[in-house]
C-alpha cells in the first residue's frame, strides 16, 4: 500500500494543489475587468477583427494579443473566459515547476536529503507558488496574467524540456526535445520581453543540478545554450528592432511621467540613472512581500530617489550588499548550493527591471511572478530546516500526522490569504479603495475611486475625490477634471461642467472623451453648432470612438439630417466600438431602413438579432429589410419564424405571401390565403395577392374576377389603382 501511494505522489501533489487553486481562485472568474484591462481589453478596438496571420510574429506580445482575440470570439467581453485562461495557465506552471524541481532533486545523491524528500521540496515550493497571495497580482490582473503568466509558463515548459534533453539517450528522442525546445523559445517570444532572461536560466538550472558544478559536464551541452540564446535574441532582435537594444545598452532609454503616477517628483524624464538606484529599495520590497504579504499593492505610489546619498538608497543597497555577500559566500561553501541558486534565479529575473531599462512604474508586484519561483524555493528550504531544527528540540513534531497537519494549515492559511486578497479585484470600488488606503499620495487612485462613487450615484464624494486628485496632480493630469465635470453635469451644473473640461483640454487637448462630453454638455446649453463640432473633433482624433459617432447621430437625427445621422449610426457599428452596442445597432438600423439602405438594415438587424435571439420585433423588421431589398427567401425563414409564435399577424401573413409569389411559388401563397379566408382574415392586399398567385398558375379568368372585384368594392384607392395596373398587365400579355 505504501509502495503504491508513494508511486501516486508526483501525480497526487501537484494535482491536487492545482485543483486546490482552481477551487480558491474560482469566485473571482466572474469579477469584472480592472486598471489595465480596460485600455488592453475592452478599448482595444482591434481584438475583433485580428486574426493569427494578422498577429503571427507581428509584435513582442503577439501571442498574448492572439489570445484575447480569441477569448473575444468566444464570449466578446465576458471575464469569465479571461480570468478561466489564467487561472489554467497559473495551475499549469505550478505542475511544471513541480516537475523540474522533483525531477532536477533527484539527481542528488541518494543519500542526500534533498534526495529523499524531493517531492516534499518540490511540493512546498509548487505550493507556496501557486498560492501565495502576491501571485494574485498577476493571476487576476487578467491582461498581465497573459503576459506574465504565459511568459512564465513557457520558460518553466523549455526548462522541463531541457531537464529531458539531458536525461535521454535516444538520438530520435534527443531531435525532438531539440526542435520542441527551438519551438517554444520562438512562441515564448511572443508573450512578454522577460522571457529574454531564459538563456541565463537554463545553465543555471544545469549547473546547480545537472553538471552538479562540473565545468567539462556543462561544457557539452553549450551547443544547445548557443542554440536557445541565439533562438531567443534573434527573435527578439528581429521584433523589438536594434535600436531597442542600442538605446537600452547605451544607457538612454528615457521615459516621459505617466498623468496619474508621477514617480518622479520634479516632473522630468525619468531615466536610467535615477530609476537604478530607486530599484535598490523595489527590490527588497519584492522579497520582503513574500514573507509578509499584509500590504501589497495594485498601484503604489513611491517616488524615484533623489540622489545616492538618501537613506531611500543607501539603507536598502546596504541590504542587497548583505544579500549579495551572503550568496558568494555560500557558493564559497558550496559551489552548488541551493540558498545561491534560489537567489540568483530570482536576481537574474529581476535584473532587466530593476537595472538599465527604466520603466514608467517605479514598481510592480506582478513582475515577481518569473522570479518568485526562486525565492520561494529558498523559502521552502528554510522552513524545512526549521522544521528539522524542531523535531531535534521537540520529539513529538517527529509524528506523521503532525508533519501532514502542519502543511494542511499551510496551504488552508495561504488559500484564505489568496481568497482575500482575490476580493479586491471583486468590483472598482473595493479596487481603487484598497489602493487610496495604501497609496494615499497618488492622483490616479483618487480620481478612479471617484468614478466608482459617480457608479453609485454617491455625487459629493465623488466630486471631493476628483478635486483631490486636482490637488495632487493640478497640471499634468486631465482626468479628474473630465470626471468632475461628469459629476457636475449630473447636477445639472453645466456651465462648470464645461468649465472643468476646457481645463482638462488646456492640459492635454487630445482627449476624444473630453470632446464628446463637451458636446453632450454643449447641447444641453442649446449651443448645436458647437457640440457638432466636438463630436466631429473626438472622432477626429479616435477614429474608433463609437461613442461620439452615436452622438453626433442622435444630434444628426434631432436636426432631421436622416442621411448624416445614418452614415454616423454605420460608423458607430461598422468602423468604432460600438458594433454590440444595442441602443447605437437600433439607431443604425432605423435609420437604414429610413434611408431605403436596405443591405444596412439587414447588417444591422442581423447583429440584433444575435444579441436579442428571443427580440421578435427585431427579427420582423429583419425580414422586413430582407423583403424590400429583395432577398426572398431569406425574408421567408425569418417571416416563418416569427409565424410560430405569432400565426395571426395579418401583415406577417401578407409579407409572407409576397415572398412566396416573388418566388414562384404560386400554391403555397394560395394555401395560406386559402386558410386565412376560412378564418375570415383579411388584409388590404388579399385580392391582388390571390390574383398574381392565380394568374401564375394559368387560372386567368378567377384572376381578373379577382381583380374586377377589387376595382369595384375596394374602398383603399391604392388597392384599386394596383388592380387597375395588373389588369392592364394581364390583359397586354395576353395579346
Known sequence: MKKTLQKLLPIFIPFGLAIITFLVYF???????????????????????????DLFFSSSRWVSYWL??????????????????????????????????????????????????????????????LLHPVQTQTVSYVIQGQLEGLSAFFCFAIAVCFFYFTQVQSLILKVFLTLLITSLCVIGCGTKEITIILPFLIPLIDWFFIAQGNWHALKKRIWLYILIATTIWGCYLWLLGKNFFINVLSLSVEHQNTIGNII?????????????????????????????PFNICVDYDWKICGSVNTPDCILPLIGLLIIGLTILFALKKNRISLYAFGMLWFFICMAPRSTIMPSTELLADYKTYLASFGWLFVITIFLIHA????????????NQRIIISVIMTGIAALSIMTYQRNKVWRSGLEFWHDIIQKSPTKARGYNNYGIQLIERDDIKN???????????????????????????????????????????????????????????????????????????????????????????????????????????????????????HIEALQEYGHTSMHCKKYSDAIQ????????????????????????????????????????????????????????????????NALSIIDKLEQQSQKYRMMSL????????????????????????????????????????QIEKEEK
Not at 469566485?27 to 496571420?53: C, G, M, V
Not at 540613472?273 to 523595489?282: E, G, M, R, Y
Request: aromatic letters at 16%; proline letters at 4%.
Open 27 to 53: 469566485p473571482s472568474l466572474y469579477y469584472a475587468f480592472q486598471f489595465d484591462d480596460e485600455p488592453s481589453i475592452l478599448n482595444f478596438y482591434h481584438i475583433r477583427h485580428k486574426t493569427f496571420s
Open 68 to 129: 484575447n482575440t480569441i477569448h473575444y470570439k468566444l464570449s466578446q467581453f465576458e471575464p469569465f473566459v479571461y480570468r478561466r485562461t489564467n487561472v489554467f495557465f497559473h495551475c499549469l506552471t505550478g505542475v511544471l515547476i513541480f516537475i523540474l524541481l522533483s525531477s532536477l532533486l533527484k539527481l542528488r545523491s541518494k543519500e542526500s536529503w534533498l534526495h529523499k524528500y524531493n517531492y516534499l521540496i518540490a511540493g512546498l515550493t509548487s505550493g507556496l507558488f
Open 264 to 292: 518622479n517628483p520634479t516632473g522630468e524624464k525619468i531615466t536610467t540613472w535615477p530609476f537604478f538606484i530607486s530599484q535598490f529599495k523595489v527590490i527588497l520590497h519584492y522579497l520582503f512581500m513574500f514573507i509578509w
Open 387 to 398: 522544521y528539522s531544527w524542531l523535531m531535534k528540540k521537540y520529539s513529538f513534531l517527529k
Open 462 to 580: 465623488a466630486i471631493w475625490c476628483f478635486k483631490h486628485a486636482i490637488q495632487l496632480e493640478p497640471y499634468t493630469y486631465p482626468d479628474p477634471y473630465n470626471n468632475l465635470s461628469a459629476a457636475y453635469a449630473i447636477q445639472n451644473q453645466f456651465d462648470l461642467a464645461i468649465k472643468a473640461l476646457r481645463a482638462s483640454l488646456k492640459i492635454n487637448p487630445g482627449q476624444p472623451r473630453s470632446y464628446n462630453n463637451l458636446g453632450l454638455y454643449l447641447r444641453k446649453q442649446g449651443e448645436e453648432e458647437w457640440a457638432e463640432r466636438s463630436y466631429q473633433q473626438a472622432i477626429l482624433i479616435n477614429p474608433h470612438y463609437g461613442k461620439a459617432y452615436y452622438n453626433l447621430g442622435k444630434l444628426y437625427v434631432d436636426q432631421n439630417r436622416m442621411t448624416e445621422a445614418h452614415e454616423a449610426f454605420k460608423n458607430a457599428c461598422t468602423q468604432a466600438d460600438y458594433d454590440s
Open 604 to 667: 444591422a438587424y442581423t447583429t440584433l438579432c444575435q444579441l436579442q435571439p428571443n427580440n421578435i420585433e427585431n427579427t420582423q423588421t429583419l425580414a422586413d429589410a430582407y423583403l424590400m431589398n429583395q432577398e426572398y427567401n431569406e425574408a421567408l425563414q425569418q417571416y416563418q419564424h416569427i409565424k410560430q409564435i405569432n400565426p395571426y399577424d395579418t401583415q406577417l401573413n401578407c409579407n409572407m405571401i409576397e415572398c412566396l409569389i416573388q418566388l414562384k411559388q404560386p400554391e
Open 689 to 728: 395577392h390571390k390574383a398574381r398567385a392565380l394568374y401564375m398558375l394559368g387560372d386567368i379568368r378567377r384572376a381578373q374576377l379577382e381583380l374586377y372585384d377589387a376595382l369595384h368594392y375596394a374602398q383603399d384607392r391604392q388597392i384599386k389603382h394596383l388592380a387597375q395596373q395588373i389588369l392592364q
